[in-house]
């Protein structure tokens, strides 16, 4: 049995930074092996065991095929899709049974909401005997107002029903948030409250619209935040435990404290 987290959410949010930290912390404890799937990436400041540049390159497609960034990434992909056997199982096989898988993906977010290549992909994975977690990463510096919010809820609804994972939504970059309080609202989303929000922030005629989303937030009970300081390792710890949770991965992965208290004033960043 492996393990493996996809590392995903929109262009920005933090992803590969958040990679970078687990090798820094994986190495500590001896665990993680990195794949990059982001054929646009350009460079890492860790070893990446497994790289799909070294499949396909975006520039080449681009170049080859007359394509833009963004057809050239999708063509990557389902490339990638089509060789799945070849290049993908063949990499996966000098790995040991045991291993901890963690994927760098690229920020394009259609690739989750609405080509099925990752959907594919997760599902190999799984055939290959991988507990998989989606890791979705929301930059916590979007979400000052509820209007923001409420589009990231949706952007991580949309990944979830699309890769049918588990999946641990993260607010990163929380070492940028001056007052932690606006931010813990945003954690557990209380649906009547950001019902209310949302309809004093517009207009009248998008309280029934505002329900609907209320109501999709409360059904998916699971759109919730763990905050990620990256600074801290404690909060890198607690937000593993957690999607070590998910993918069954280790006994003592149950950390209780989260490290996050809004009521610490040594916790605000300033
Ligand atoms: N202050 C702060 N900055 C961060 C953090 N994580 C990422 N950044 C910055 O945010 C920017 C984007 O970070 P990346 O890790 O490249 O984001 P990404 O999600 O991999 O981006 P794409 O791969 O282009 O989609 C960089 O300038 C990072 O230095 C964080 O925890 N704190
Ligand atoms: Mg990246």
Redesign the pocket.
């Known amino acids: 049995m492996g393990y493996a987290q996809l590392v995903i ?10 990679c970078s930290s687990l090798y820094q912390y994986g190495q500590t404890i001896g665990w993680t092996i990195h794949i990059n799937l ?1 054929p646009a ?1 350009v460079n890492f400041d860790y070893p990446v065991a497994i790289d799909i540049r070294e499949f396909i390159s975006l520039d080449d497609v681009m170049e080859e095929l007359g394509l833009g960034p963004n057809g050239g990434l999708i063509y990557c992909m389902e490339h990638l899709e089509e060789n799945l056997d070849d290049w993908l199982t063949e990499e996966l096989e000098n790995l040991l049974d045991d291993d901890y898988l963690v994927f ?1 993906c ?2 394009q977010i259609e690739l989750f909401s609405h080509v099925p290549v990752l959907k594919n992909f997760v599902e190999h994975l799984q055939r290959k005997n991988f507990n998989v977690c989606g890791v979705y ?1 929301l930059d916590s510096q979007f979400i000052s107002d509820v209007t923001k919010f409420i589009s990231g809820c949706m952007a991580s609804l949309s990944v979830m029903v699309q890769l049918e994972l588990p999946q641990v939504n993260i607010l ?2 929380m ?2 948030v001056k007052n932690k309080r606006d931010i813990e609202y945003y954690l557990n989303p209380e649906p009547q409250i950001l019902l209310s929000e949302l309809n004093l922030r517009m207009a009248p005629q998008s309280e029934k619209l505002n329900k609907a989303l209320a109501d999709l937030v409360d059904e998916y009970s699971t759109v919730s935040f763990v905050p990620l300081d ?1 600074r801290k390792e404690s909060s890198i710890r607690y937000v593993l435990s957690q999607i070590d949770n998910c993918i069954q991965y280790g006994e003592d992965a149950d950390v209780k404290v989260k490290d996050f208290d809004p009521d610490d004033p040594d916790d605000d960043a300033d």
């Open positions: 959410g929109p262009a920005g949010s933090g992803k590969s930074t958040y982001d990436a760098d690229p920020g990463l990163s970059k070492d940028l990256l």
